[in-house]
């Protein structure tokens, strides 16, 4: 089975890809122009793959369309380049797009044992097994600049790497058991920082979302990894490199930092 899979994956990786499907990716990912030509052949193979495996629904009156299809996927993607064997976010089946910030209804219990709940406006959310939800008109402005602050695909699959492990707690699967260390000790450290200035109200370069969680910390410093490398390599080193190392990736060399 593993090795049908994977042979029907390499003849789709290896089908030319569509010239209207790729006028979209040239449009609305800007992470594209920077990208060589080898990193370029790799991920219109995986954008093949993943647009063949992966589900797409419109929710809230959205029509789905390829230019949805395709940008999402190519997002998504990006995360995947060099990771090889690329897993194709294993749990993921569908993702479900609705038009613009839609309204989850959400179920907690609080440290008294008394049930919560409430309605919360979401961009987006990743669950553990199966769907990933987006919000299209968030796809779209992420699309616009690749200097933008956020970027709600990387942010959503960033979750779905995490959970890969069977758990969403910020230290997704690293190729070593020994790698854990030195991630464990720079993210918590940063982590951490950020808590005590969100505390504090104090403005940081991080988006102060990532003090939520370990998991929406790791979401968020990959967002500003693929977003604003310069900035992040610049001012958290440690940081930016255990994301290189995870990403196989260095983005900042395209935007002209000095390495």
Not at 76 to 91: D, F, G, K, Q, S
Not at 120 to 139: F, I, M, Q, Y
Not at 202 to 217: C, K, L, N, R, W
Request: with cysteine.
């Amino acid at each position: 089975m593993f090795g049908l899979r994977e042979r029907r994956r390499r003849r789709l990786r290896e089908t030319p890809f569509p010239p209207d499907r790729l006028a979209i990716v040239e449009r609305n990912v800007p992470v594209w122009k920077r990208l060589d030509d080898g990193d370029r052949a790799e991920l219109l193979g995986h954008l093949q793959v993943f647009l063949a495996e992966k589900h797409f629904e419109g929710a809230g009156g959205l029509e789905m369309t390829d230019e949805i299809r395709v940008t999402i996927a190519a997002h998504a993607c990006v995360l995947l380049l060099h990771r090889a064997p690329a897993t194709y976010y294993p749990e993921l089946v569908s993702i479900v797009v609705y038009p613009h910030a839609y309204v989850a209804r959400v179920v907690e219990r609080g440290p008294d044992g008394i049930v919560h709940e409430f309605d919360s406006a979401r961009l987006g959310e990743s669950w553990t097994r199966g769907a990933v939800v987006l919000s299209w008109d968030d796809v779209v402005a992420a699309g616009r600049d690749v200097h933008h602050a956020h970027n709600v695909v990387l942010h959503e699959f960033a979750h779905q790497l995490d959970a890969e492990n069977g758990v969403v707690d910020g230290a997704p699967l690293l190729e070593r058991r020994g790698l854990y260390a030195a991630w464990a000790r720079i993210l918590s450290g940063e982590f951490a920082a950020l808590q005590r200035a969100a505390s504090r109200g104090v403005h940081t370069d991080i988006d102060p979302y990532g003090a939520t969680s370990p998991a929406e910390f790791f979401a968020v410093v990959t967002e500003a990894f693929f977003e604003q490398p310069v900035a992040l390599k610049r001012r958290h080193p440690e940081l930016y490199d255990e994301l290189a190392s995870f990403y196989r990736q260095d983005p900042s060399v395209a935007l002209g930092a000095r390495t």
